[in-house]
């Protein structure tokens, strides 16, 4: 019995089969890590900075109160955990006075707000405690190969 004649593969529109220009790394094909960056499960920590800001207004036009370092979290409040560990003004305190001549108790309390600046704007995340409670979700901006987070501290009294 003889073989069946020898004929080409069909290309369906390729211009051939074997040999081509991407051998098999088209986009898809081939893991890059800068695409798969999931900074909770690194084995190594990645350091972002936090601007503090005190005021209202444009970050870009600003200047940061203070800066802090610290590791590249999904949530917000090891972030801010840290910040009252040492800046405690950030932390709500309450205090009551008691004047010997008068028997008018008077309560200050500092309620911090708490802002994170996403999509050009400041996002309200509450007052410190809730923030730190909530623990939500922060976007941090790369920016020359550095993690950048801006958050604005203001305290509201009454």
């Known amino acids: 019995m003889a073989s069946p004649p020898h004929s080409?593969?069909?290309?369906?529109?390729?211009?051939?089969?074997?040999g081509g220009l991407l051998r098999g790394?088209?986009?898809?094909?081939?893991f890059n890590?800068?695409?798969?960056?999931?900074?909770d499960h690194q084995i190594s920590k990645v350091v972002g900075?936090?601007?503090?800001?005190t005021t209202h207004g444009d970050p870009e036009l600003l200047k940061?109160?203070?800066m802090l370092k610290h590791e590249v979290t999904n949530g917000i409040a090891p972030?801010?955990?840290k910040l009252g560990s040492s800046y405690s003004p950030v932390k709500s305190l309450f205090f009551k006075f008691l004047s010997p001549l008068s028997t008018l108790m008077l309560s200050l309390e500092q309620n911090q707000r708490v802002f994170v600046y996403e999509d050009n704007i400041w996002s309200v995340?509450?007052?410190y405690e809730a923030a730190?409670?909530?623990?939500?979700?922060?976007?941090?901006?790369?920016?020359?190969?550095?993690?950048?987070?801006?958050?604005?501290?203001?305290?509201?009294?009454?």
């Open 8 to 18: 080409p593969p069909c290309l369906h529109g390729a211009s051939r089969t074997t």
């Open 25 to 30: 790394r088209a986009l898809g094909n081939v």
């Open 33 to 39: 890590f800068g695409d798969h960056m999931n900074v």
């Open 49 to 53: 900075t936090v601007h503090i800001y």
């Open 64 to 66: 940061p109160y203070m």
């Open 79 to 81: 972030i801010l955990k």
């Open 125 to 127: 995340r509450g007052r």
């Open 132 to 158: 730190i409670e909530e623990n939500e979700a922060v976007d941090w901006v790369v920016a020359n190969h550095q993690f950048n987070l801006k958050l604005l501290i203001v305290c509201f009294l009454h």
